[in-house]
């Protein structure tokens, strides 16, 4: 896959990422069909399998339950070898996700970060919106405590991942990257994601096969083909089936490159 650049941030990302979702949580997830959580070693095959296909952007979560350690026990030792993403604001535990934007809470949540994913740096982290998106950026400390973050150079780049059109366009004012919903099914970020290519501000699709209800062929080429995307990041627990869906990945659209 020929990697695609991130905005004006530096960081290069393959055009599929790899969605860590489901090596760490299995609890109130919006996917179509339950799973069971892997074991570890069953994630140490999946992830070195994920980075030897070529595989070179990871995105995970504290919202992500196991997520971060896993991935830091299972390729901490591979670190160079790909672009990282993470988020702050929302935690999972005991079956209920709770969120705080506060500066003390950024700062703790990227420190754990760091710790679990056995890095020095963290390449992107993004605003895990819990709908709210306009009042986090307005209201919380939450972009000020990013920005002291990565000027302290904890944090390569920020961003957000939100949840709505308007909280998405407000980014664009601060974000070196944002992350958005976008599919067949769904293209009212399009819009944005045009303006973000516009800004230099890098954009991330999540959900691009609507957590597995569209048939990957269509879905991962349509997003692909987009200007302005840089990946699209695709979860899953079979190996092979991420082999087959990088297949689908497609030449840079112009503007991506």
Same mark, same amino acid.
């Given at each position: 896959?020929?990697?695609?650049?991130?905005?004006?941030?530096?960081?290069?990302?393959?055009?599929?990422?790899?969605?860590?979702? *489901?090596?760490?949580?299995?609890?109130?997830?919006?996917?179509?069909?339950?799973?069971?959580?892997?074991?570890?070693?069953?994630?140490?095959?999946?992830?070195?399998?994920?980075?030897?296909?070529?595989?070179?952007?990871?995105?995970?979560?504290?919202?992500?339950?196991?997520?971060?350690?896993?991935?830091?026990?299972?390729?901490?030792?591979?670190?160079?070898?790909?672009?990282?993403?993470? *988020?702050?604001?929302?935690?999972?535990?005991?079956?209920?996700?709770?969120?705080?934007?506060?500066?003390?809470?950024?700062?703790?949540?990227?420190?754990?970060?760091? !710790?679990?994913? !056995?890095?020095?740096?963290?390449?992107?982290?993004?605003?895990?919106?819990?709908?709210?998106? +306009?009042?986090?950026?307005?209201?919380?400390?939450?972009?000020?405590?990013?920005?002291?973050?990565?000027?302290?150079?904890? +944090?390569?780049?920020?961003?957000?991942?939100? *949840?709505?059109?308007?909280?998405?366009?407000?980014?664009?004012?601060?974000?070196?990257?944002?992350?958005?919903?976008?599919?067949?099914?769904?293209?009212?970020?399009?819009?944005?994601?045009?303006?973000?290519?516009?800004?230099?501000?890098?954009?991330?699709? *999540?959900?691009?096969?609507?957590?597995?209800?569209?048939?990957?062929?269509?879905?991962?080429?349509?997003?692909?083909?987009?200007?302005?995307?840089?990946?699209?990041?695709?979860? &899953?627990?079979?190996?092979?089936?991420?082999?087959?869906?990088?297949?689908?990945? +497609?030449?840079?659209?112009? &503007?991506?490159?």
């Amino acid at each position: 896959m020929t990697p695609r650049q991130v905005g004006t941030t530096g960081l290069a990302v393959t055009p599929i990422g790899f969605g860590a979702f *489901k090596i760490g949580r299995n609890e109130k997830t919006k996917y179509a069909e339950q799973y069971a959580l892997p074991d570890e070693q069953a994630v140490a095959l999946l992830l070195n399998g994920i980075l030897d296909l070529g595989v070179k952007y990871i995105d995970t979560a504290p919202a992500y339950g196991l997520s971060e350690e896993r991935i830091g026990r299972s390729i901490g030792h591979r670190r160079g070898e790909f672009t990282l993403s993470t *988020k702050v604001g929302e935690t999972f535990d005991q079956g209920r996700s709770t969120y705080d934007f506060s500066a003390a809470a950024v700062r703790l949540s990227v420190e754990r970060s760091l !710790r679990r994913l !056995r890095t020095d740096v963290l390449d992107i982290v993004f605003i895990h919106s819990n709908g709210d998106d +306009v009042e986090i950026q307005r209201a919380t400390d939450a972009v000020a405590t990013l920005r002291e973050l990565k000027e302290q150079g904890l +944090v390569r780049a920020i961003g957000l991942s939100g *949840k709505t059109l308007e909280g998405a366009r407000l980014a664009l004012e601060w974000a070196d990257a944002i992350m958005v919903e976008y599919h067949i099914d769904d293209v009212s970020h399009a819009e944005v994601i045009a303006a973000a290519a516009g800004r230099g501000v890098g954009v991330v699709v *999540k959900k691009g096969l609507a957590s597995g209800r569209l048939a990957p062929a269509e879905a991962i080429t349509f997003v692909l083909r987009t200007p302005g995307v840089a990946s699209l990041v695709i979860g &899953g627990l079979n190996l092979d089936h991420f082999r087959t869906n990088i297949q689908f990945a +497609v030449p840079p659209a112009d &503007g991506c490159s």
